[in-house]
């Protein structure tokens, strides 16, 4: 228990831990967004380079294809050498799965931008502003989008994949990102907490 | 808002500047403006206590309910 203005207080906040934490999720949002300016650059220089190169180049002879490094499933699948045979051109799933990179990458810096944005004003001591409030629900409904939206592209390229090989009948099963939804749920529900917590410091800061 | 301030009649009556209020109560100046204006949402009782002290009044001579 603590004393302040004359009254006792039930709860104490480290102010030298949160600190600590602070700092530490400031410097990690810092390295992340260049660390992810540059793989955007470098993808891009990647789909670019693939685009305007020869569409030859990306021949792809499936004789030589002998394991699918599967980092879905993460195991390394042993091909039968008479499933896949003759040759096929890569380029355009090539462009497809750097597109989609691209998009992952891009959806992550455009978190990790906001989230260093919200993390300045919470060492600015204004963790309850409108801005904070409206950042996390941005962060929530990306998180929410991209739950739909990448297994759309996943499923398309993997069903793109599957023509090229001439597998037969396959199926590709379309499956939302539940972890990804119940993220974005999680995160505009805090959204909502940090609004509570702006009509708690407003009405803090009127009473004198 | 039905509670209304008194506050600037008071201080009117002991012939006390607002800032020599704030000094003595330990309140900053704009909260006590806040307060005089009756722009706040609500008053502690320390607070109130603290003001009633050195204006030498009751809390009814500084707050005053009016429908």
């Known amino acids: ?208 | 808002m039905p509670i209304i301030t008194r506050l600037d009649r008071v201080l009117a009556d002991r012939k006390m500047q607002l800032s020599e209020l704030s000094e003595k109560v330990g309140v900053s100046m704009p909260n006590l403006s806040n307060l005089k204006t009756g722009k706040v949402r609500a008053i502690r009782f320390s607070t109130l206590e603290k003001v009633c002290e050195v204006l030498e009044c009751q809390p009814g001579d500084i707050l005053e309910f009016k429908e």
């Open chain 1, 1 to 208: 228990m603590i004393m302040k203005g004359g009254m006792i207080m039930n709860r104490s906040f480290n102010k030298k831990y949160f600190n600590t934490i602070l700092t530490i999720t400031r410097w990690i949002t810092k390295v992340s967004v260049v660390g992810l300016f540059i793989l955007i650059g470098f993808l891009l220089i990647s789909i670019g380079v693939v685009m305007f190169l020869p569409v030859e180049l990306f021949d792809f002879n499936l004789d030589n294809l002998t394991t699918i490094d599967s980092q879905y499933l993460k195991a390394l699948i042993e091909v039968n050498p008479d499933l896949f045979t003759g040759i096929v051109n890569v380029k355009w799933q090539l462009v497809f799965a750097g597109f989609i990179g691209l998009l992952n990458v891009s959806f992550l810096q455009y978190v990790f931008i906001i989230l260093k944005k919200a993390i300045i004003d919470v060492s600015n001591e204004k963790p309850f502003s409108e801005k904070n409030i409206k950042r996390f629900n941005l962060i929530g409904i990306a998180f929410l989008v991209s739950g739909f939206l990448f297994p759309t592209f996943n499923g398309l390229l993997f069903n793109s994949i599957m023509k090229m090989l001439s597998i037969g009948d396959v199926n590709v099963r379309y499956m939302i990102n539940l972890q990804q939804i119940f993220m974005g749920l999680l995160i505009i529900v805090l959204a909502n907490i940090f609004e509570y917590g702006a009509y708690l410091q407003e009405d803090h800061d009127m009473t004198v």
